[in-house]
Structures are given as C-alpha cells and as structure tokens.
C-alpha cells in the first residue's frame, strides 16, 4: 500500500515539479548561449567598461548596449529561478502534508486502510525525492553555466577537501546530509501537526510551534556537541580523526531528531487527529 501512495503523490507532485525543472534548464542554456556564443560575446560589457571616455560609445554601441541589456535580463531570469526552485519545493512539500492529510482531502485518506506512519513515511520520501532532484538540476544548471575550465578547478578543489577530510568523514558527512534533510522535514510536519491541534488559526501556531521546536533543539543540539566534543578531544590527534570524531555527535542529532519527529507525527495523527 506504501508504493501506491508513493505513486499517487509523485504523479501529483510532479506537474509541478517537472515543468519548474525544464524551465531552469532552459533558461540556463539560454544564459550559456547570451554569455559565451561569439554572436552575444562583445568587447565591452556592463561589467567590464572601456578604461579610456572615448571609446565609451564607440561604433556600434547600441549593438554592445543592446547584448548586454539582454544578457543581464536573462541572467536575472535564471537567478530568479534559481532562488524561486527551493521556495517552491518547500512550499509544496508543506502544502502537500497540510491539504492531503490535515484538510480536505484528509477525510478520504484516512478512510484508506492505511497507518498514520505510512502516510508520513509516504509523504517524507517523496518530498526527499524531489528535493534531491531540484539540487539535481540546480547544480545541472550550474554546469551548463559555467566554462569547464572552472568545473575541472572545482572539482579539484573539492577532491582535495575530501582527501583533507578523510573517506571515514566524507562518508558521516553524506549520511548526515540525508539524516538531516529528513529531520528537517519531519520537524516542518510535526509542527503542522501540533498545529491542528488546534480549532482556530492552525497555520500561525504550527508557525510559533516551528519556531519554539527549531530554538529548543538548537540549544540542545549545540550543548551535546560542545560536551561530546570536551570529553572525546585528545592532545596530539590527527584533525582528521579529531574531524570525524566531532561528526559523531551530529550524527546522534541527526538520527534521534528524526526519529523523534517521526513518531511524534504518526502519533498525532493517529491518535489527536482533528480536521475540522
């Protein structure tokens, strides 16, 4: 029953999320194209005036005027959306949690036989899903963007932070991103949850219930690390091992964090389920 909700909401996700991933695309193609095609590349630029007034306005200007007014056009296009494609996913991973479950179309899906904690496993998959992919393709907008040259730079770059960090770090690090990723959402569900508790004004206290929930765990977390890190801290240790050591207790967060959200979420809805 599981991999038919899953279904369900990634046929019902993805009108939204396909269509917002090609647009990127494009525009980062067009941008490629505006940036670097020998048509659009000009001696002059906004951003790299002539040094000498007289060749301010040299023959052919409006041409020069023209491509630039273009190029940043475009380019303000594409960082619009680049910023827009992570609200949006938020926004739908929220608005999907609150309409399906904890309004109107909430009456039909518990009627399903279905647990509480297959709804919330369901709708924290997906959402992981497509926040992955929308990294995805803003970091396969990127590499459209920039020369391969830079790439290639990067890419050293980063191989030689993880060669610094250790495979042991890099590989606490990658499980603590996905660890963190669904503690992330899972808090955004457990305060909507709270929320609903409520009769009046349900989405201003989930707001106040995110708020309170993201500063108690800070302090929490911040005092477990600082504690793990005093007593685990060596003299003479290499900062690599003293690195992974520190990872350790995030990890910890990590894992209960989600965990806690988790059953605390079922439960609600299991248990505290008011949707009126």
């Given at each position: 029953m599981l991999a038919r909700l899953m279904k369900y909401e990634i046929k019902a996700t993805a009108r939204w999320f396909l269509p917002l991933y090609a647009t990127m695309l494009i525009i980062a193609l067009i941008n490629r194209f505006t940036l670097y095609s020998p048509f659009m590349v000009t001696e002059y630029t906004f951003t790299n005036p002539p040094a000498d007034n007289s060749a301010a306005f040299p023959s052919g200007s409006f041409?020069?005027?023209?491509?630039?007014?273009?190029?940043?056009?475009?380019?303000?296009?594409?960082?619009?959306?680049?910023?827009?494609?992570?609200?949006?996913?938020?926004?739908?991973?929220?608005?999907?949690?609150?309409?399906?479950?904890?309004?109107?179309?909430?009456?039909?899906?518990?009627?399903?036989?279905?647990?509480?904690?297959?709804?919330?496993?369901?709708?924290?998959?997906?959402?992981?899903?497509?926040?992955?992919?929308?990294?995805?393709?803003?970091?396969?907008?990127?590499?459209?963007?920039?020369?391969?040259?830079?790439?290639?730079?990067?890419?050293?770059?980063?191989?030689?932070?993880?060669d610094s960090l250790g495979t042991v770090a890099v590989v606490k690090i990658a499980i603590g991103s996905v660890l963190g990723f669904a503690s992330s959402i899972l808090q955004i569900y457990t305060a909507i949850s709270l929320g609903q508790l409520f009769n009046k004004h349900k989405l201003l206290i989930s707001f106040g219930m995110y708020i309170g929930i993201s500063s108690v765990l800070q302090f929490v977390s911040s005092l477990i690390i600082v504690i793990f890190t005093g007593l685990t801290y060596r003299p003479g240790i290499s900062a690599e091992l003293q690195i992974s050591r520190t990872l350790n207790p995030m990890l910890f967060i990590a894992v209960v964090s989600a965990a806690g959200f988790f059953i605390l979420t079922s439960y609600l809805l299991k248990r505290k389920l008011n949707l009126e």
């Open positions: 041409q020069l005027a023209v491509k630039g007014t273009v190029s940043s056009f475009l380019m303000a296009i594409y960082v619009m959306m680049f910023i827009g494609i992570f609200a949006v996913t938020l926004i739908i991973v929220i608005q999907r949690f609150y309409k399906s479950l904890l309004g109107s179309e909430g009456y039909l899906m518990f009627t399903l036989p279905v647990e509480a904690w297959q709804h919330v496993l369901n709708k924290l998959i997906v959402s992981m899903i497509w926040c992955f992919l929308s990294l995805m393709v803003v970091f396969g907008s990127l590499c459209i963007l920039v020369p391969k040259e830079e790439l290639a730079i990067l890419a050293s770059d980063l191989k030689s932070i993880a």
